[in-house]
């Protein structure tokens, strides 16, 4: 029978396809991004970081880099910047999903923890010639993206998208570049959920407040490997200043130091390192900055 | 003998042909890319940074190069194993035509970034919209020749015909929902978590109902053509039919393993995954039970050596996803360069493969000539082989590598490596792989010179005889 009528066989065919479907693509509509996963904290985006999701997807960008932080331990630690893994209730505005598929480039999806300057000069610098800041990156260069933004559908965007906007956010976009759309779109990345650093943590780490390491020679090797990794993208390879401040020698005292780079200076663009650097890698760095102290 | 068919056949050398030229673009664009990796330099105008390029090289690999030989292939299979002369061979030119008009919108509007970002169904809505009218009018054609087919039984290629007929056309449809903004932009009907979820049961059933099913049609009618054997179970086949196409649907969440997505969901996907090889090994075991008693025609014949190489690939492909299904071996190999190991082994090894035999074959078949060098086929063998294992191998072992790597802990649980040594330390697999991509274009330039003049023979015998 089967083997004989066409019209039969199509129709059970598409039943057998439907009943994996069903079960494991259309009926978990029921409770995915439903009220258990939501996150209050997490906010719809704006007129000018929704246009810089739009460029995201124009330029591909998903191609080399994933928008999400698995629950694995080294996936929290290379790429949390402090918080946790991704969860469902942080991606309910996502239309289409970012998650991506590979990670040529590292995972995108807390960035904006990672480089908290409200200027965006890292990722200016970053976007304009990728090679500058992190001499062996394969990213390429959108210095092309340094012009005016098309606005024309902003707002119907916001509409279509059903989030919320005012007038003083589409007069934000006034006078915009495709690169300024990009960057807020970077900087909005995994900022939502409030991170617990700061100063608790700060100052839990700093009880041994002197500086343990007293020979140069036996650890400055790793103090460079680790300078090379987490700083010279901002303060140049040989410390000489690029984004930030030179860093040969300096006239602060060791601890002051130490609060410096494990609190950060958020607000002009240096980043916090106490949840990626321990105790002991971040007196290796202090004791390298005052090696050259006149 | 009954008296002879007149098969249509026009469309089915069209097809040919042109999904030889998008595959050449496709092949093309993976070196470019895979040296754009390695040399970033070579990223030089906008529309040919390598974040829009990727798409174009995935989407003429997959449509261009596989959907448009699948279609070739599926009109040639389906009058013979009916033996009924094709429905509409007028419908079958419009369908040639639109889907080159189709092929080259997708390429160009990629290339300016109008892209929906979702793998394997980046063009934006017109041209979804096309792409679906090119299947249903294809489907039809096919769906209508074989309900008025003179041949009472259906063989199990029109089996694997028609689930890919159905399949295709509800996985396109529901992955390519969304709303348009304008012309040229829409945006997903569904979110976050619900839209990976889909995309991934859309993205992995493509492998199934594109890069699976159809070779698999073509691969059944084909081999016992070629060998003269008769296929070894048709009991077997049909077996590892129904569980296959039951199976597949199941396991979409293997590709989002430790992520959001509800742990049960990834827990049957891996479960389900796993099953998998028994239908897939079920039809790799009948090829190879198939050549039973003709194994020295694996050095005499061209034609067999692509077939059960392409078997074997796809066995080796489907041990290897099961594996990568695996949780514990997903959080070490996801993201890096296996994967694309993985994916080259089977596109450039069991689809390709396949296909490079069917067409040979019909390519014989209908210029009425035999194949202008025996030589040059096998040596096309060799280079698409031995491109194909480099790609692979290499990428493997930088996949590994880098995975390790970045697992990595020091004793007190911080990271070993920074992603840039991660990444610094694979270059070298990058330059390989590019080099492989050079070997494996040999390969196929010789072919394709082959199938040219192969045709000029037919054309030439012709006209002497006339
Ligand atoms: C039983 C059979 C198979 C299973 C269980 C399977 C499993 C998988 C898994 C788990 C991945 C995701 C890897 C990752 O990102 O971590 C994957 C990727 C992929 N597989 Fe397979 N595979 C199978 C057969 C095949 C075959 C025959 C092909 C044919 C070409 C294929 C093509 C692909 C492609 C194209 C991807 C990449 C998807 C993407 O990330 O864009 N697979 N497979
Ligand atoms: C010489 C031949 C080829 C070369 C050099 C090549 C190169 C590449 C490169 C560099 C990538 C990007 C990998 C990455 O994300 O790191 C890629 C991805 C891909 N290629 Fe190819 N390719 C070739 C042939 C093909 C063919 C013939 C097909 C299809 C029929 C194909 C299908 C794909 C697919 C589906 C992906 C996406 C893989 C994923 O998402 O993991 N490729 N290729």
Redesign the pocket.
């Known amino acids: 029978m089967l083997e004989k009528n066409p019209v039969i066989f199509i129709i059970l065919a598409f039943v057998v396809i439907m009943v994996g479907t069903s079960i494991t693509m259309i009926a978990p509509f029921k409770w995915i991004n439903g009220p258990g996963d939501m996150i209050a904290e997490v906010k719809p985006y704006t007129p000018l970081q929704q246009e810089g999701r739009d460029l995201y997807m124009r330029e591909g960008c998903n191609?080399c880099h994933s928008q999400t932080v698995r629950t694995l331990a080294s996936d929290v630690e290379r790429y949390g910047y402090g918080g946790t893994y991704s969860k469902s209730g942080e991606f309910v505005y996502d239309r289409p999903h970012l998650w991506g598929?590979?990670r040529?480039g590292p995972d995108l999806a807390h960035i904006g923890l990672k480089y908290p300057d409200p200027k965006g000069a890292w990722h200016r610098k970053h976007m304009e010639n990728p090679q500058s800041v992190v001499p062996a990156s394969n990213m390429p260069s959108y210095a092309f993206l340094n012009v005016p933004l098309d606005t024309t559908y902003s707002e119907r965007k916001m509409k279509l998208l059903k989030f919320p906007y005012t007038q003083a956010d589409l007069n934000d976009l006034k006078g915009k570049s495709e690169m300024d759309a990009i960057i807020a779109y970077m900087r909005k990345l995994g900022t939502d959920i409030p991170v617990k650093k700061a100063d608790a943590a700060a100052t839990q780490v700093l009880p041994t407040a002197s500086n343990p390491f007293k020979d140069v020679e036996a650890i400055e090797k790793d103090a460079k490997s680790l300078f090379s990794q987490h700083c010279a993208s901002c303060h140049g390879e040989k410390r000489e200043g690029t984004l930030g401040p030179a860093l040969k020698g300096s006239a602060k005292s060791d601890a002051d130091l130490f609060k410096i780079i494990s609190q950060g200076i958020e607000a002009n663009g240096m980043p916090s390192f106490n949840t990626s650097l321990d105790e002991q890698k971040i007196w290796k760095i202090v004791t390298l900055i005052k090696l050259d102290t006149k | 003998m009954n008296a002879k068919t007149q098969y249509y056949d026009d469309s089915v050398k069209g097809f040919i042909i042109w999904s030889l030229i998008w595959?050449t673009i496709?092949?093309v664009v993976?070196?470019l890319?895979?040296l754009q990796?390695a040399w970033p330099q070579l990223n030089v105008a906008p529309y040919l940074t390598y974040g829009r390029l990727?798409p174009i090289?995935?989407n003429a690999?997959?449509f261009g190069?596989?959907i448009g030989s699948f279609i070739a292939m599926f009109f040639y299979i389906t009058q013979r194993l009916t033996k009924t002369p094709l429905w509409s061979p007028k419908l079958a030119r419009v369908t040639l035509w639109i889907f080159n008009v189709a092929i080259a919108s997708a390429a160009v509007t990629l290339a300016m970034g109008i892209n929906r970002t979702k793998?394997?169904a980046e063009l934006e809505w017109p041209l979804a919209i096309i792409v679906a009218i090119i299947w249903v009018l294809f489907s039809i054609n096919v769906f209508m020749t074989i309900l008025k087919r003179k041949e009472e039984q259906m063989y199990i290629s029109l089996w694997y015909i028609m689930a890919a007929l159905v399949g295709v056309t509800v996985l396109y449809v529901v992955n390519n929902l969304g709303v348009p903004l304008h012309l040229f932009k829409s945006y997903s009907a569904f979110a976050g978590t619900n839209d990976a979820n889909v995309q991934w049961w859309y993205g992995h059933n493509a492998v199934a109902m594109v890069l699976t099913v159809p070779p698999l049609a073509i691969f059944y009618y084909f081999l016992p053509k070629i060998t003269g054997n008769p296929i070894y179970s048709h009991r077997m086949g049909i077996i590892a039919f129904w569980s296959l196409i039951f199976m597949y649907l199941w396991t979409g969440a293997h590709h989002l393993l430790w992520t959001p997505i509800p742990d049960w969901i990834q827990t049957v996907a891996m479960a389900f995954s796993i099953m998998l090889i028994a239908p897939s090994w079920g039809a790799v075991m009948n090829g190879y039970l198939t050549m039973n008693g003709q194994w020295e025609k694996m050095k005499s014949n061209y034609l067999v050596k692509f077939m059960i190489c392409g078997i074997t690939f796809y066995g080796l492909q489907t041990l290897q996803g099961p594996m990568q299904a695996i949780r514990s071996f997903s959080a070490f190999i996801h993201y890096t360069?296996w994967?694309?190991g993985h994916?080259?082994m089977g596109?450039?090894g069991w689809?390709?493969m396949v296909l490079f035999g069917a067409i040979y074959y019909v390519t014989t078949t209908l210029s009425g000539a035999e194949i202008y060098s025996v030589k040059m086929a096998n040596t096309h063998f060799w280079l698409v082989l031995v491109?194909q294992l480099i790609?692979s191998i290499t990428m493997w072992i930088a996949g590994v590598q880098q995975g390790s790597m970045l697992l990595a802990t020091n004793p007190d649980g911080t990271l070993h490596y920074s992603f840039m040594e991660t990444m610094i330390a694979i270059f070298p697999y990058y330059k390989i792989?590019?080099v492989?991509?050079f070997v494996?274009?040999a390969g196929l330039a010789l072919f394709i010179y082959n199938i040219y003049k192969t045709f000029q023979k037919g054309e030439e015998s012709k006209t002497a005889k006339a």
């Open positions: 191609n598929s590979r040529t | 595959g496709a092949v993976g070196i890319i895979s990796l990727r090289h995935t690999g997959i190069w596989g793998e394997y360069d994967v694309p994916v080259h596109t450039m689809v390709s491109g790609y792989r590019a492989s991509g494996y274009l």
